[in-house]
């Protein structure tokens, strides 16, 4: 009987270094795993930064070669219809010398009209801005930095970033 107890004793043992090995060896595999999965998400993060980097620089381009476009014809526009109005002031002093009254009725169209134009161009000043407001809406707040440490998506304040999320088939970070 003694005999059975070493026995079993032993083979208590030979368990427990068992289950000890098979832990080292689970967990060894599981370091592994998070670490590929840890490369692989830093990868898809670096390319859908480069990718939200890349259409946030076009669009920012786009729009500042519109607004850039739109601020030279306002300008022209602007200095076109002063010189106009400086004209249209001196015809009405012509006219109203003259006793013309036809003078002033198209003096009045045309400041009408000049008066819808400018209204015209408020309405597409606020689309513009609007327009800058969806953009910066659309980007939820993040901001894009890059510095000597490299480059970082920078989360608005009192937010968070979860990993191991998805999007079809490429990697994702979850903004909370």
Known sequence: MPNTGNSLASLAER???KTEQDRQELEALTRHQFDALSKSLRQSSAAALNTTEAAI????GTLEESIVSRCQTLSWTFGRKWL???LLSMALLAGAALGGWGVMAMLT???T???DEIQSLNANKADLENTVGQLEKRTWGLKLLENQ???FIVLPPKTSAHTG???GKQQAVKVE
């Open 113 to 115: 009209a000049l008066q």
């Open 15 to 17: 368990m427990r270094a």
């Open 57 to 60: 620089q076009e669009k920012l």
């Open 84 to 86: 106009q109005a400086l």
């Open 165 to 167: 999320w998805t999007v």
């Open 149 to 151: 440490d490299g480059r």
């Open 109 to 111: 169209h045309r400041l």
